[in-house]
């Protein structure tokens, strides 16, 4: 059975980088967009508004399949 966490705020910085993965894998290799703030070598997307953004996110069985960022 799936144990969801919904919107639960990461609680450490390894967290925030699941985030990170989650959003390259969604955007750039799902959607195929194109996103200035990409780091193809930790496959990450990481941008200027993340040190002031709230990020939440949901888990299933400790895997990241959502999130929402809440930018200042």
């Known amino acids: 059975m799936s144990e969801f966490n919904y919107l639960s705020a990461p609680k450490s910085s390894r967290?925030?980088?699941d985030i990170y993965r989650f959003?390259?894998?969604v955007y750039h290799e799902e959607m195929k967009r194109k996103i200035t703030d990409l780091d193809h070598s930790k496959k990450i997307i990481y941008d200027y508004f993340?040190?002031?953004s709230d990020i939440f996110v949901i888990e299933s069985?400790?895997?990241v399949i959502g999130s929402v960022r809440l930018s200042k």
């Open 61 to 63: 069985n400790n895997k």
């Open 23 to 25: 959003w390259y894998d």
């Open 50 to 52: 993340e040190p002031e």
């Open 15 to 17: 967290d925030r980088l």
